[in-house]
């Protein structure tokens, strides 16, 4: 089974949305232009992704539903286990998708669970990764319980 992660393209400035509500924040135009490119590289290397789960965040939401457009086959959903409030326990929230009989998996979220749970699921906490904006983790599981890292790119 392969779970690939990517956490959102760019979004507007933390800043000018203080008072606001965060999960209304949208991807700039730089954003959109990077969730083009993911969808297209995902769509490329994986062309038959089972299910795509996504943030109720507003740029994680448009960033899943790039990748969705070329998925024509994909389920799709949303989660508010993966707001970036909630933290690794939502992505935990999320082992019975993780174990379906699925092929690949997407999940979009945000940074610092994302980091967390790789860190999580596939070395004990011993890993010391930071993820970007618009950036890709492709896992693999090995046998039952282990998984492996087999690729991260930044867009």
């Known amino acids: 089974m392969r779970l ?5 393209a760019k979004a507007e400035d933390r800043k000018q949305w203080e ?3 965060d999960l209304k924040r949208p991807l700039t135009l730089k ?3 990077q969730a083009k490119k993911i969808a297209k590289y995902l769509h490329k290397r994986y062309p038959e992704v089972d299910a795509i ?3 109720l965040a507003l740029r994680a939401c448009d960033t899943a539903k790039y990748i969705a457009k070329l998925q024509k086959h994909s389920t799709f959903f949303l989660s508010p286990y993966l707001n970036p409030e909630v933290g690794i326990d939502g ?6 998708e993780i174990e379906e009989d699925w092929q690949t998996l997407v999940i979009v979220g945000h940074e610092p669970t994302i980091s ?3 860190k999580n699921i596939c070395s004990k906490g011993e890993l010391n990764i930071k993820i970007h904006k618009g950036c890709v983790i492709e896992l693999e599981r090995e046998g039952n319980e282990n ?5 991260l790119r930044n867009f």
Request: proline share 0%.
């Open 4 to 8: 690939i992660l990517v956490r959102h």
């Open 19 to 21: 008072g606001e509500d």
């Open 31 to 33: 954003g959109k232009k």
């Open 53 to 55: 789960i996504s943030s």
């Open 91 to 96: 992505y935990n929230k999320h082992q019975d």
């Open 116 to 118: 967390e749970f790789v």
């Open 147 to 151: 998984w492996a890292l087999i690729g």
